[in-house]
């Protein structure tokens, strides 16, 4: 029963060949034996899920219908979950249960999904291995001495060991995608205010976006129905209609013009994932699609632009967090300052400080100019490559990450390292463009994603550039030796 998608969850469900209750009990039994390899779960919410199951169950008896109606999920432990113990990775919410559900959790509960538990993340969502949570490492499931990458990387893990059919995570700056191309997942970053930020605790909010992981673009869209839509309570949430994302997945790709970045096949890219590429460019033409290569000039540029603007919004972020309103506390504080300075000093892990610090400098009188306004200036020009790229181009295709998952501890001493490994996936969120990364080969055993991009609120184009994908090629439905 593990291995069913949510799609087959939902007919099976409809056809009563199994009870959500059921089908619950098998995953949290499933959890409680394999996930002590992965470590993908901060907190397992076995009595909410039973009662959530038991619920979906009676509404189905009562003649309801939907698709997440019984479905079981989890959520990053950055949304908000009420009564329940909402961590972000970090030491410094550890005792930190949220008074109220995230419009996420709240919509997706609504539709009688059910929550098998909190997965594990970088710390505040600061990371691209899964390395630097106070819940420690996560391991993928493809090779368990490899990173599962971040910082979404228990839901990844998670999802790609079948112990749940999809998940939620964050992205911003690659959250979503690049944990997806790292254990052969299907992951989706919406348009930027496509998806309520309200109760997702903040990273950098100019670039955060919820989103989900799954198998399949199917199922992608079956989350993204749940998670989608307008919320009045979180300022940048856009009031557009959310379409049915499952209708758009079988419009035929013949004319679909997809382009290929030049800038993307640069020295930094592993020249087997390079292959794989173009393996899936080769793919999409038969099935119609027409190909031409583009140029995003100033590509180069988006790294040290989001290492500026993401600390800095970062460090604004996590002010809050001083000992006094929120979660860790110092012992015996000798005076105001000293809690301060301790509560943040023991309650932040150290790339989360080395953030602030970054952030802080950059926002500070004298270098405000030099660094942050240069940064949004660059973020200006990488959006208008986008749109002179859309211009021409449907879709943009390339790889979601120059390199396969790579061994826990490689890069932990180097984060420039880490940095590099997001050159693919942050121009996304510079531009708040929607994103999709989805399985395209094996490296040494490890997957390989490749990522699409799509013009604002496009979701559904990718979704059925995905799908179509997926309906011609097998790579999605590979599973982890031992899972
Ligand atoms: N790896 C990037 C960072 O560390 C992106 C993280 C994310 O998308 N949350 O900032």
Redesign the pocket.
Known sequence: MHQLTLAEIARGLADKKFSSEELTKVLLARIAQLDPQLNSFISITEDLALTQAKAADVRRANGESGTLLGAPIAHKDLFCTQGIRTSCGSKMLDNFKAPYDATVVAKLAAAGAVTLGKTNM?EF????ANESSYYGAVKNPWNLEHVPG???GGSAAAVAARLLPAATG???????R?PAALTNLTGLKPTYGRVSRWGMIA??SS??QGGPLARTAEDCAIMLQGMAGFDPQDSTSIDEPVPDYSASLNGSLKGLRIGVPKEYFSAGLDPRIAELIHNSVKELEKLGAVIKEISLPNMQHAIPA??VI?PAEASSNLSRFDGVRFGYRCEDPKDLTDLYKRSRGEGFGAEVQRRIMVGAYALSAGYYDAYYLKAQKIRRLIKNDFMAAFNEVDIILGPTTPNPAWKIGAKSSDPVA??L??VY??TA?LAGLPGLSMPAGFVDGLPVGVQLLAPYFQEGRLLNVAHQYQLNTDWHTRTPTGF
């Not at 969502?125 to 691209?128: E, F, K, L, V, W």
Request: no cysteine; proline share 0%.
């Open positions: 970088d969502a600061m990371g691209s971040g910082s979404s964050t992205d911003t700056g690659g959250s979503i690049q990273y950098a670039l955060d989001y290492y993401a880490a940095y490994e997001d996936t942050i969120n």
